[in-house]
Protein backbone atom coordinates (compact mmCIF):
# COMPACT_ATOMS: atom_id res chain seq x y z
CA UNK A 1 0.00 0.00 0.00
CA UNK A 2 1.43 3.57 -0.91
CA UNK A 3 0.74 6.00 1.89
CA UNK A 4 2.03 9.85 0.96
CA UNK A 5 1.04 12.89 1.78
CA UNK A 6 1.45 16.70 1.04
CA UNK A 7 3.42 18.91 3.41
CA UNK A 8 3.31 22.39 3.71
CA UNK A 9 1.80 25.31 6.10
CA UNK A 10 -0.96 26.46 5.23
CA UNK A 11 -2.09 23.42 3.64
CA UNK A 12 -5.97 23.20 4.09
CA UNK A 13 -6.48 24.54 0.89
CA UNK A 14 -4.37 21.91 -1.15
CA UNK A 15 -5.90 19.84 -3.94
CA UNK A 16 -2.91 17.30 -3.91
CA UNK A 17 -4.95 14.58 -1.91
CA UNK A 18 -7.95 14.91 -4.31
CA UNK A 19 -5.52 14.27 -7.65
CA UNK A 20 -2.83 12.08 -5.69
CA UNK A 21 -5.78 9.58 -4.46
CA UNK A 22 -8.10 9.70 -8.10
CA UNK A 23 -4.79 8.73 -9.94
CA UNK A 24 -4.26 5.47 -7.25
CA UNK A 25 -7.86 4.45 -8.43
CA UNK A 26 -7.30 4.84 -11.64
CA UNK A 27 -3.92 2.65 -11.56
CA UNK A 28 -5.63 0.45 -9.51
CA UNK A 29 -3.44 1.36 -6.77
CA UNK A 30 -4.06 0.66 -2.88
CA UNK A 31 -2.83 3.83 -1.40
CA UNK A 32 -3.15 6.60 0.93
CA UNK A 33 -2.93 10.38 0.02
CA UNK A 34 -3.26 13.21 2.17
CA UNK A 35 -1.98 16.03 3.69
CA UNK A 36 -0.25 17.77 7.06
CA UNK A 37 0.72 20.91 8.30
CA UNK A 38 4.24 21.32 8.82
CA UNK A 39 6.54 24.29 9.48
CA UNK A 40 10.49 24.46 8.66
CA UNK A 41 10.88 23.73 12.13
CA UNK A 42 8.98 20.45 12.19
CA UNK A 43 10.01 19.32 8.79
CA UNK A 44 13.14 17.28 10.19
CA UNK A 45 11.67 15.06 13.08
CA UNK A 46 8.69 15.07 10.74
CA UNK A 47 10.37 13.20 7.84
CA UNK A 48 11.79 10.77 10.45
CA UNK A 49 9.39 9.48 12.45
CA UNK A 50 6.92 8.96 9.10
CA UNK A 51 10.35 6.91 7.70
CA UNK A 52 10.04 4.72 10.93
CA UNK A 53 6.36 4.64 9.84
CA UNK A 54 6.77 2.78 6.62
CA UNK A 55 5.46 6.09 4.66
CA UNK A 56 6.62 6.25 1.11
CA UNK A 57 6.96 9.55 -0.28
CA UNK A 58 6.05 12.78 0.33
CA UNK A 59 4.80 16.42 -1.84
CA UNK A 60 6.49 19.58 -0.42
CA UNK A 61 4.71 22.90 -1.25
CA UNK A 62 5.72 26.55 0.45
CA UNK A 63 7.70 27.11 2.48
CA UNK A 64 9.31 23.85 2.47
CA UNK A 65 10.40 23.65 -0.91
CA UNK A 66 13.45 25.71 0.34
CA UNK A 67 13.42 24.66 3.97
CA UNK A 68 14.39 20.65 2.98
CA UNK A 69 18.13 21.76 2.38
CA UNK A 70 18.99 22.56 5.81
CA UNK A 71 16.76 20.37 7.29
CA UNK A 72 19.93 17.97 8.05
CA UNK A 73 18.43 14.71 6.78
CA UNK A 74 20.32 11.92 4.53
CA UNK A 75 18.19 12.65 1.53
CA UNK A 76 19.89 12.48 -2.19
CA UNK A 77 19.51 15.33 -3.74
CA UNK A 78 19.19 14.98 -7.71
CA UNK A 79 20.77 17.00 -9.83
CA UNK A 80 17.02 19.07 -10.69
CA UNK A 81 16.55 20.15 -7.24
CA UNK A 82 20.84 21.05 -6.48
CA UNK A 83 20.91 23.21 -9.40
CA UNK A 84 17.69 25.42 -8.77
CA UNK A 85 17.75 24.78 -5.01
CA UNK A 86 14.28 23.65 -4.88
CA UNK A 87 12.60 20.50 -3.91
CA UNK A 88 8.99 19.46 -3.85
CA UNK A 89 9.15 15.76 -3.54
CA UNK A 90 10.33 12.83 -1.60
CA UNK A 91 10.31 9.69 -3.28
CA UNK A 92 11.84 6.07 -2.02
CA UNK A 93 11.71 7.35 1.48
CA UNK A 94 11.97 3.45 2.92
CA UNK A 95 14.96 2.62 0.91
CA UNK A 96 17.10 5.84 -0.45
CA UNK A 97 15.72 8.95 0.35
CA UNK A 98 15.96 11.11 -2.72
CA UNK A 99 14.76 14.50 -3.96
CA UNK A 100 13.79 16.32 -7.31
CA UNK A 101 11.85 18.66 -8.38
CA UNK A 102 8.66 17.93 -10.87
CA UNK A 103 7.82 22.03 -10.49
CA UNK A 104 10.67 21.86 -13.02
CA UNK A 105 9.56 19.49 -15.53
CA UNK A 106 6.05 20.62 -15.02
CA UNK A 107 6.82 24.10 -16.11
CA UNK A 108 9.01 23.06 -19.31
CA UNK A 109 6.20 20.50 -20.48
CA UNK A 110 3.55 23.70 -20.31
CA UNK A 111 6.15 26.15 -21.44
CA UNK A 112 8.40 24.65 -23.90
CA UNK A 113 5.33 24.52 -26.65
CA UNK A 114 3.90 28.05 -26.05
CA UNK A 115 7.06 30.29 -25.97
CA UNK A 116 9.83 31.16 -28.47
CA UNK A 117 13.56 31.52 -27.85
CA UNK A 118 14.37 34.88 -26.74
CA UNK A 119 10.91 35.21 -25.24
CA UNK A 120 11.29 38.18 -22.47
CA UNK A 121 9.89 37.35 -19.33
CA UNK A 122 8.64 39.01 -16.02
CA UNK A 123 8.91 36.80 -13.33
CA UNK A 124 6.90 37.77 -10.21
CA UNK A 125 8.57 36.07 -7.05
CA UNK A 126 12.10 34.30 -6.20
CA UNK A 127 11.34 31.39 -4.13
CA UNK A 128 11.33 27.50 -4.83
CA UNK A 129 8.63 27.58 -7.50
CA UNK A 130 10.33 31.03 -9.18
CA UNK A 131 13.34 29.11 -9.02
CA UNK A 132 12.17 25.68 -10.86
CA UNK A 133 10.72 28.01 -13.63
CA UNK A 134 14.28 29.63 -14.63
CA UNK A 135 15.48 26.19 -14.38
CA UNK A 136 12.93 26.00 -17.09
CA UNK A 137 13.19 28.54 -19.22
CA UNK A 138 17.42 29.18 -18.89
CA UNK A 139 18.06 27.64 -22.42
CA UNK A 140 15.65 29.86 -24.44
CA UNK A 141 14.57 33.07 -22.13
CA UNK A 142 17.95 34.61 -21.81
CA UNK A 143 16.06 37.94 -21.21
CA UNK A 144 14.03 37.77 -17.40
CA UNK A 145 12.61 40.77 -15.15
CA UNK A 146 12.84 39.34 -11.60
CA UNK A 147 10.23 41.15 -9.03
CA UNK A 148 11.29 40.87 -5.21
CA UNK A 149 9.01 41.18 -2.09
CA UNK A 150 10.36 42.33 0.78
CA UNK A 151 13.57 42.13 2.65
CA UNK A 152 16.76 40.52 1.66
CA UNK A 153 16.22 41.32 -1.61
CA UNK A 154 20.03 41.97 -2.10
CA UNK A 155 20.66 38.27 -1.40
CA UNK A 156 17.76 36.96 -2.85
CA UNK A 157 19.50 38.09 -6.25
CA UNK A 158 23.13 37.22 -5.35
CA UNK A 159 21.61 33.91 -5.05
CA UNK A 160 19.62 33.83 -8.00
CA UNK A 161 22.68 35.66 -10.15
CA UNK A 162 24.85 32.09 -8.70
CA UNK A 163 22.58 29.77 -9.35
CA UNK A 164 21.52 30.77 -13.30
CA UNK A 165 25.20 32.25 -14.16
CA UNK A 166 24.21 32.26 -18.08
CA UNK A 167 20.63 34.54 -17.62
CA UNK A 168 20.61 38.42 -17.95
CA UNK A 169 18.76 39.26 -14.92
CA UNK A 170 17.30 42.69 -14.36
CA UNK A 171 16.09 42.82 -10.60
CA UNK A 172 13.27 45.39 -9.10
CA UNK A 173 11.50 45.62 -6.05
CA UNK A 174 8.17 44.01 -5.77
CA UNK A 175 5.56 46.94 -6.87
CA UNK A 176 7.88 48.58 -9.48
CA UNK A 177 6.56 48.70 -13.06
CA UNK A 178 6.60 46.13 -15.04
CA UNK A 179 8.98 45.85 -17.67
CA UNK A 180 7.98 44.84 -21.54
CA UNK A 181 7.87 41.42 -21.66
CA UNK A 182 6.13 38.57 -23.37
CA UNK A 183 5.53 36.22 -20.94
CA UNK A 184 3.91 36.89 -16.85
CA UNK A 185 4.94 34.53 -14.40
CA UNK A 186 3.48 34.93 -10.90
CA UNK A 187 4.75 32.78 -8.37
CA UNK A 188 4.28 34.98 -4.94
CA UNK A 189 1.52 34.18 -2.40
CA UNK A 190 -2.41 34.49 -2.93
CA UNK A 191 -3.32 38.14 -2.76
CA UNK A 192 0.88 39.85 -3.52
CA UNK A 193 0.45 40.16 -7.01
CA UNK A 194 -2.99 42.01 -7.20
CA UNK A 195 -1.21 45.23 -7.11
CA UNK A 196 -0.04 44.15 -10.99
CA UNK A 197 -4.22 43.54 -11.90
CA UNK A 198 -4.98 47.11 -13.38
CA UNK A 199 -1.66 47.39 -15.13
CA UNK A 200 -1.05 46.39 -18.91
CA UNK A 201 0.95 43.50 -17.52
CA UNK A 202 4.05 44.49 -19.23
CA UNK A 203 2.07 43.70 -22.70
CA UNK A 204 2.08 40.11 -22.24
CA UNK A 205 0.53 37.81 -24.43
CA UNK A 206 0.89 34.73 -21.64
CA UNK A 207 -0.11 34.70 -18.19
CA UNK A 208 1.45 31.81 -15.92
CA UNK A 209 -0.43 31.65 -13.21
CA UNK A 210 0.94 29.23 -10.32
CA UNK A 211 -2.40 29.96 -7.92
CA UNK A 212 -5.27 28.17 -7.82
CA UNK A 213 -7.26 29.01 -5.21
CA UNK A 214 -9.04 31.94 -4.91
CA UNK A 215 -9.59 31.64 -8.92
CA UNK A 216 -9.85 33.93 -10.99
CA UNK A 217 -6.67 35.51 -9.16
CA UNK A 218 -7.04 38.90 -9.58
CA UNK A 219 -3.93 38.96 -11.94
CA UNK A 220 -5.89 35.41 -14.09
CA UNK A 221 -8.93 38.11 -14.29
CA UNK A 222 -7.09 41.48 -15.57
CA UNK A 223 -5.46 38.71 -18.10
CA UNK A 224 -8.46 36.67 -19.25
CA UNK A 225 -10.19 40.56 -20.32
CA UNK A 226 -6.88 41.40 -22.09
CA UNK A 227 -7.53 37.87 -24.05
CA UNK A 228 -4.48 36.48 -22.99
CA UNK A 229 -3.55 33.25 -23.02
CA UNK A 230 -3.75 32.18 -19.12
CA UNK A 231 -1.99 29.03 -18.03
CA UNK A 232 -3.83 28.31 -14.56
CA UNK A 233 -2.02 27.02 -10.98
CA UNK A 234 -4.68 24.54 -11.58
CA UNK A 235 -2.74 22.86 -14.45
CA UNK A 236 0.56 23.26 -12.72
CA UNK A 237 -0.51 21.41 -10.08
CA UNK A 238 -1.59 18.54 -12.31
CA UNK A 239 1.34 18.45 -14.39
CA UNK A 240 4.00 18.16 -11.45
CA UNK A 241 1.72 16.32 -10.13
CA UNK A 242 2.10 12.99 -12.95
CA UNK A 243 5.95 12.89 -12.08
CA UNK A 244 5.08 12.58 -8.42
CA UNK A 245 2.53 9.94 -9.16
CA UNK A 246 5.09 8.07 -11.15
CA UNK A 247 8.10 8.49 -8.49
CA UNK A 248 5.69 7.20 -5.67
CA UNK A 249 4.25 4.40 -6.95
CA UNK A 250 6.75 3.05 -9.39
CA UNK A 251 3.97 2.57 -11.83
CA UNK A 252 4.23 4.12 -15.70
CA UNK A 253 1.27 5.36 -17.47
CA UNK A 254 0.04 7.60 -20.51
CA UNK A 255 0.61 11.03 -19.12
CA UNK A 256 -1.44 12.69 -21.86
CA UNK A 257 -4.39 10.33 -20.92
CA UNK A 258 -3.88 11.27 -16.66
CA UNK A 259 -3.61 14.35 -17.41
CA UNK A 260 -7.33 14.89 -19.08
CA UNK A 261 -8.76 12.71 -16.17
CA UNK A 262 -6.94 14.88 -13.11
CA UNK A 263 -7.69 17.97 -14.28
CA UNK A 264 -11.57 17.13 -14.24
CA UNK A 265 -11.10 16.05 -10.88
CA UNK A 266 -10.45 19.27 -9.96
Known amino acids: MIRAAVLGSPISHSLSPAIHNAAYSLLNI ?63 LQSNPKTTSTDFTAFQRLLTPRIERGTRVNLLGGGGTARAALGALKE ?66 ILFESLYKPWPTALAASATERNLHVISGKELLVEQALDQIHLMTGKSFDFDLMREKLLGVI
Open 30 to 92: EGQYTSFEVTENELSDFLMQKKKEGWDGFSLTMPLKDSIFSAGLPIEFDPISRSIKSANTIYD
Open 140 to 205: SSPRISVYLRGGGISRRASELRELFPTLDFTFKTFGDPLTDAELLINTTPAGSADIYAPSELGGAS
